[in-house]
């Protein structure tokens, strides 16, 4: 049910976003023919009118190679701003998620490991998920395991941090920390599916 949930709101999500990237890369795709066809007709009045010499051509020319960076500059802009919409609609609907089953589930994969088996933590959560912390050590039972909650800062955006007393071990299971991570392996696919690159 969560996985159809999360596929469906990714499924939105880039829906909404192709649909967001189409009309902005049209336009930017249009800017973009404005002053690559302005350069060629200066290119072509000039070369009507004086006849110039090879080195004037050449910069007329180098006026269309400016012409075109500066097109595909604007369409790399108006790929990017896509891509940041997207991101920070994730981001929001991060928000909506079940926050107590989460840090339910990230406490437990964090501590369930070799990692953390006879060492005693500090868990770090945000202020506003305390209780659900406090809630998950005891349903858990680690108790005893948990020497001390803090709190994260916002740009956490929620999850944990599991960290050892002495600072040895640490798991980041924040979703700004798992964002960054799937960002980095999907965002290519991701702007493949949007750009068609």
């Known amino acids: 049910m969560k996985s159809e949930r999360v596929s469906a709101l990714r499924e939105e999500i880039l829906k909404r976003a192709k649909e967001e990237a189409s009309k902005i890369i049209e336009a930017a795709e249009s ?74 589930h990230l406490l437990k994969e964090a501590l369930n490991t070799k990692l953390f088996e006879e060492v005693q933590v500090i868990v770090r959560a945000l202020p506003e998920d305390e209780a659900y912390v406090k809630e998950a050590i005891k349903e858990l039972n680690i108790e005893s395991k948990v020497m001390r909650i803090e709190h994260l800062r916002p740009e956490a955006l929620g999850g944990v ?27 290519p696919r991701i702007s493949r599916e949007l750009f068609g690159e």
């Not at 690559?36 to 051509?57: F, G, H, Q, T, Y």
């Not at 941090?161 to 965002?187: F, H, M, P």
């Open 31 to 104: 800017r973009a023919r404005e002053i690559i066809d302005r350069a060629i007709k200066k290119k072509e009045n000039e070369i009507k009118e004086a006849k110039k010499r090879l080195e004037e051509e050449l910069g007329v020319e180098a006026a269309i190679v400016e012409a075109k960076r500066r097109a595909r500059i604007i369409i790399a802009e108006a790929k990017n701003k896509v891509l940041q919409k997207l991101i920070e609609a994730i981001k929001q609907e991060l928000a909506s998620i079940n926050r107590e089953e989460s840090i339910k």
């Open 161 to 187: 941090i599991i960290e050892s007393i002495d600072g040895s071990l640490r798991v980041d299971n924040t979703y700004a920390r798992r964002l960054e991570r799937i960002l980095r392996i999907e965002l």
